[in-house]
């Protein structure tokens, strides 16, 4: 009883050890498509546009800084457009990845993409990790700042993609997609190692009251 006491009170305490993050990677595009940032142990990918058309540097200003932008985001979803970056662990240690933020607002010609999602390769990017929409009346900032529950292993690789559609065809291409200020956290270590620590013990004791052995 007194173990099951000392595990329940350690989840309890999880918010507070864990609710710091640190940055894996982030891109301002200050100095191009390729990563501001990058946490040790980590490398990232660059920025990179499949089935729409990339447009770098672009005139449009960023949220401040310099933004990405793409063009061809016509019609209904298609989840073959999409910015796409990535990360991978390349220390030994895993990785509790636990959150992914961006800035992202639509621009002229025409409404330019009305809709957007955030998808990720945790489940085969099968499920939105975001979808929302784009005001083409103010061209505002939308801030999406999603959080995460991913081990990434050690050698593993997580890919994130950024879709938007929604366009009219004012001239062919459609108006712009702009995305700024991309990151990605991580709870910092010792807090991860701490988090599947008590997972563990959770665990264990779980399949002792399970297998009958009695508690002490």
Known sequence: MKRAFLVFTSLLLLPSVV????????????????????????????????????????????????????????????????????ITNVSVATVLVNGI???????SP????????????????????????L???????????QEMNFLLGSGQTLEFRVTGWGANSIPPQGGHLLMDNVAVTAVPEPASHLVMAWLAIGGLLLRRRIGCVPWR
């Open 135 to 145: 005001d083409w009346t103010t061209r505002a900032w939308v801030h999406v700042d």
């Open 19 to 86: 609710s710091a993050s640190t940055v894996l990677a982030s891109y301002d595009f200050s100095d191009g498509l390729g990563p501001t940032s990058v946490g040790d142990g980590i490398s990232a990918s660059s920025v990179s546009v499949t089935g729409a058309t990339l447009i770098f540097p672009t005139l449009y200003s960023g949220n401040p800084s310099p933004a990405v932008a793409a063009r061809n985001w016509l019609g209904g979803r298609n989840d073959n457009r999409y910015y796409g970056f990535s």
């Open 101 to 107: 933020s961006m800035d992202l607002r639509n621009e």
């Open 110 to 133: 025409g409404i330019g993409p009305t809709e957007f999602a955030v998808t990720s390769s945790a489940d085969g990017f099968q499920t939105d990790l975001v979808v929302s929409s």
